[in-house]
């Protein structure tokens, strides 16, 4: 059975470039083109397509909002947005919206082609470098004080976490590695502060959590 397909952009040289390539293909078929957001809505309604090829940038009505009218009225049509925005929050709006893919126009037919197949089986398809973009957006929103890895802790720090975590107290630490209570407190409070942790009990669930307990 063939996927139906309804192309929407608003440029017309593109929507016919884009049917010529589809139609190549033994397993889909365009029933439908709009140029604007308001005909994509209509023609989805009238035709319930199996995937809206979508753009954002148009007149009338822009690609997020008809994307939005679609999936409310249709669960069953899957939008793919195939458009030149790479800003973030296009990307975020429009999959918020109900978009089931994203891809770029510069990207080959090949893998539009994978995409079309991907959302049409009730799977999300993001092309790589959309991929990358949110990536790299969510890396720089990661809180400053959220807790780090136990790879950022010197080696001495590791094994007092571990030890604490096993129950040892400062008095048995400082005499474990032969220093002082206070060169203990010391590590201990950078260990805490590294990991944005205000007590020993914290300190204790982390390494539980963290696997880091010579037990675990």
Known sequence: MSLNLLVVDDHAIFREGLKSLIEKEPDMVVVGEAGN????????????PDVVIMDISMPDMNGIEATRRIEAELPKTRVLVLSMESDRRFIVEVLDAGASGYIMKETVFLELATAIRTVANNETYLGPRITELILKDY???????MPLTFESLTTREREIIQLIADGQNSKELAHQFGVSIKTIEVHRHNIMKKLNLNSVASLTKYALREGLTSSC
């Not at 005909?39 to 319930?48: M, Q, S």
């Not at 890396?139 to 004080?145: F, Q, T």
């Open 37 to 48: 957001g308001t005909d994509a809505v209509r023609l989805a309604l009238e035709l319930r």
């Open 139 to 145: 890396l720089k929103r990661i809180p400053d004080k």
